[in-house]
């Protein structure tokens, strides 16, 4: 029996070593990581996940699909839309240098099991230094970009952990983060937005309050459809990024609260509603009526902010009626 009993162990775990596809690096310096990953890795399941890829983009269409990413860290309501000092882009010109490249090399020579796996590295002081990694796939025309560390420091020598240091201290270290540049570590609170929402093919889950949203799901090929002079649309971020160094414009952010509120208002009409399917025929965005920059007077920008507080009392009094709404 205990020989029946080895012969299935082995056989188990030579099953298990065999299912581990190795990884395919593309780049790994001290700054940037990036390599193609078996998704059953990466996504810890066991289906068989097939990706469109390889795909195949140009360094500059690369470069506009992150360049055209925000991040910010959760900083209340108001600031997290008008955007923070700090953190207003995903990547700066430096990470984009950096990344492109070997991002557009990944895609494609990725396989359809395979998904591309990132890691940034920046601002070393001392023994830390600040990392942003995540994920990138494409399926059915969209493409999923997931972001797990987002400027968050981690300890360069994993000497610097002590016995007595708890298990998130372990993983808070440059060694694992680039093992695993997939699992977020450490506490971070953080949210990333695509410039143009519209181009999001499934709706925000969750609440704002709550900002679970480090994914994007984009109509990738549609919005560089519409911006067919990937240069020229470069240049407009860039000196929309020189203009508003603080974050979005306020008429932006009244925009978005807009959109919201919108959504949470649909949302109570429809509790049963359920979310759209991640990899639909795409269909051309609609428009958003624009909003003209507003004036630059202290009053009016006072009663800027005063709009966008009281439509953060209705989003907020919406959020408590979703919530509050039976289950059916």
């Known amino acids: 029996m205990s020989l029946l009993w080895l012969s299935i162990l082995l056989a188990f775990t030579t099953g298990c070593a065999t299912a581990h596809v190795p990884p395919r690096t593309i780049v790994e310096t001290n700054e940037v990581v990036v390599r193609l990953e078996s998704a059953s890795n990466v996504t810890f399941s066991s289906e068989l996940m097939e990706y469109s890829h390889p795909v195949a983009l140009t360094a500059d269409q690369v470069r506009l699909l992150l360049a055209s990413i925000s991040a910010r860290m959760k900083v209340g309501l108001l600031s997290s839309f008008l955007g923070t000092p700090e953190t207003p882009r995903l990547f700066d010109n430096a990470d984009l240098d950096r990344l492109v490249p070997a991002i557009q090399e990944a895609l494609a020579r990725a396989t359809p099991e395979e998904i591309v796996v990132f890691l940034r590295t920046r601002n070393p002081q001392g023994p830390l230094v600040e990392v942003t990694s995540g994920t990138l796939s494409v399926r059915n025309k969209v493409l999923a970009i997931s972001v797990s560390n987002f400027r968050h420091p981690v300890r360069i020598a ?18 694992y983060v680039q093992t695993s540049p997939w699992i977020s570590v450490g506490e971070q609170d953080f949210a990333v937005f695509f410039d143009d929402p519209n181009y999001q093919v499934t709706p925000r889950s969750g609440s704002l309050l709550r900002y679970p949203e480090r994914t994007l799901a984009l109509a990738y090929q549609a919005y560089l459809t519409v911006h067919p ?27 978005d609260l807009k959109r919201r509120i919108a959504e949470l208002e649909q949302a109570n009409r429809s509790p049963a509603a359920r979310p759209l399917d991640p990899s639909p025929a795409i269909s051309p965005p609609a428009s958003i009526p624009s909003m003209s920059p507003p004036p630059s007077s202290p009053e009016t920008q006072d009663s800027l902010l005063e709009v966008i507080k009281r439509m953060e009392t209705r989003i907020a009094e919406l959020e408590r009626q979703v919530r509050e709404q039976p289950v059916r």
């Open 229 to 255: 002079d990937v240069r020229a649309r470069l240049a407009e971020i860039e000196e929309a990024m020189q203009q508003t160094p603080g974050g979005k414009p306020r008429a932006e952010a009244i925009a």
């Open 158 to 175: 994993p000497s610097d952990v002590g016995a007595t240091d708890r298990l998130s201290d372990v993983r808070e270290t440059l060694g």
